[in-house]
């Protein structure tokens, strides 16, 4: 019972991760479609695209950052 806990609350946990607004995750692409409503037309193509990039570099700096970290612990 424990083990489907644990697993419940990473799904749990992975889920609301994947909703913050970082244009990479779900939540970025929920967050253009909200500008895209808000302007009444699609947000231009290389706006979108320079989002993607930054929100890969903060995922990506983030994992660095923590990896780092880890490693620090040891």
Excluded: C, W
């Excluded at 779900?26 to 990039?53: C, T, W």
């Amino acid at each position: 019972m424990a083990f489907i806990e644990f697993v419940a609350l990473i799904s749990i946990n992975l889920g609301l991760v994947n909703l913050f607004p970082i244009p990479m995750l779900d939540g970025g692409h929920l967050l253009f479609h909200l500008f895209e409503a808000i302007k009444g037309s699609p947000v231009n193509a290389r706006i979108q695209e320079m989002g993607y990039m930054v929100g890969f570099a903060l995922i990506i700096g983030l994992m660095l950052f923590l990896t780092l970290n880890d490693l620090q612990s040891l």
